[in-house]
């Protein structure tokens, strides 16, 4: 499934430099955001959380009571209006997360998980900082900062993309049988909105 140089970028420089300067942008359309909104509403992700890659925005409705952060630049993370805490750690220098286990009742990744280098060991983690039934909630569009995204997610289309991230579940072990879901009108104008999602066993 994963053939050698999938997970070579084009940059492979360290991720520090990349991100070293703020996008205070968003990275996707209303629609897709509101799109991610709805999902996480649907899923109720709430309690404490961890919004994995993040940026200025998380994107929920409404805020969980604990919200923390987790990205690459300081001013983008102090810019979020729903964190709670933000952290800043770079998970393909160190795909272990920096908290203990059973710490979050809900992880969410935004339009990021393609930029993961070693995404199996993070997606691991990512259980063991879970609370057991909790959701992992994966959401991507059809675009990215090519440089850095690896090789095997520019060479793949929209349903291999989401196969790729089930896969991850897969492999990573703790995690039910992952659901893949279009959640914006197939064949539509604007970004279209993928997801894929499991719960930690
Ligand atoms: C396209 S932006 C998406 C940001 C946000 N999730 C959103 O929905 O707008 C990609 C994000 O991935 C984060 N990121 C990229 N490489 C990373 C790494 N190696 N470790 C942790 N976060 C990373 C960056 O900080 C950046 O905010």
Redo the contacts with the bound molecule.
Sequence with gaps: MFPEGFFARADPSP?AAF?SWPRLV??IDDRAIAAVGALYDELEITGTVL?L???W?S?FRRAPDNLTV????DE?LAANPQASATVL?????DPILPFEPDTFDAAV????VD?LVRPIEVFTDVARVMRAGGPFVCTFSNR??PT?AIRGWLQANDEQHCAIVSEYFRRAGGWSEPVAEGRTPAASPGDPLFAVWAFAI
């Design positions: 991720d991100y968003t990275h919004d890659m993040g940026s925005v994107h987790l990205g690459m630049n983008e750690h770079d998970l393909n220098d990744c935004c339009v990021s930029y990215c900062f850095k």
